[in-house]
């Protein structure tokens, strides 16, 4: 059974940082490019962050270049988002996502909330 576990979630300051975790398991999660997504009231969700299967490679929305990361950790099956300098706009819910073109397969976390506020 496939398990998307997001966490480290919360309030952040602005300006401030917060690291997010997924932790996968139930599928070979190197074989998976990793991502980030995020859903704010009222809009549609976004891609903010991507990392591909062995993580050489990854790409950004505009928004979030320069502030964030992300990596993987194939041996803890755990991809991270390293969110510094926050800003208020950055108050989501942000999403855990893998993907194969090669399985078909597409999987989701549950979803932690992150709240940027002074």
């Known amino acids: 059974q496939v398990h998307l576990v997001e966490s480290g979630g919360g309030l952040g300051q602005p300006g401030g940082s917060l690291r997010l975790s997924c932790a996968a398991s139930?599928?070979?999660?190197?074989?998976?490019?990793m991502s980030w997504y995020r859903q704010a009231p009222g809009k549609e969700r976004e891609l903010v962050a991507v990392i591909s299967s062995f993580g050489p490679s990854t790409n950004y929305a505009d928004s979030v270049k320069g502030r964030f990361t992300i990596s993987r950790d194939n041996a803890k099956n755990t991809v991270y988002l390293q969110m510094n300098s926050l800003k208020p706009e950055d108050t989501a819910v942000y999403y855990c996502?893998?993907?194969?073109?090669?399985?078909?397969?597409?999987?989701w976390g549950q979803g932690t909330q992150v709240t940027v506020s002074s």
């Open positions: 139930g599928f070979t999660f190197s074989s998976y490019a």
């Open positions: 996502n893998a993907s194969s073109v090669y399985y078909a397969k597409n999987y």
